[in-house]
């Protein structure tokens, strides 16, 4: 059974940085690409960042680009997101999510497990 627990989030200033992790078991980590969502109160969920499953390909949504930073560590089976300059806007429960196949997708049709979410806040 594939399990996603993320870690990592909190309340931080605007301004301010968090990392989020998110340990996976279940499933040859190393196959498959790694996703990051967000979904904030009233809002649908939403793509965030993508790593294919060596980690030579990334991609970001254009209101994270050059903010946020998603990496992997196939030794240990984490997928990591470096979020940098916090802004309000960015406050959400974040989600990881294992995609299909080894490349990396922004669509979350491509992903098949959900870790349960870490919340995180960012203050004005």
């Known amino acids: 059974q594939v399990q996603l627990v993320e870690s990592g989030g909190g309340l931080v200033q605007a301004g301010g940085s968090l990392r989020l992790s998110c340990a996976a078991s279940?499933?040859?980590?190393?196959?498959?690409?790694m996703g990051w969502f967000r979904q904030a109160p009233g809002k649908e969920r939403e793509f965030v960042a993508t790593?294919?499953?060596?980690?030579?390909?990334?991609y970001y949504a254009d209101s994270v680009k050059g903010r946020f930073t998603i990496s992997r560590d196939n030794a240990k089976n984490t997928v990591y997101l470096q979020m940098n300059r916090l802004k309000p806007e960015d406050t959400a429960v974040y989600y990881c999510?294992?995609?299909?196949?080894?490349?990396?997708?922004?669509?979350?049709?491509?992903?098949?497990?959900w870790g349960q979410g870490t919340q995180v806040t960012v203050s004005s």
């Open positions: 999510a294992t995609g299909t196949g080894p490349r990396a997708s922004t669509y979350y049709t491509q992903y098949d497990y």
């Open positions: 279940g499933r040859t980590f190393s196959n498959y690409a």
């Open positions: 790593i294919s499953w060596s980690g030579g390909r990334t």
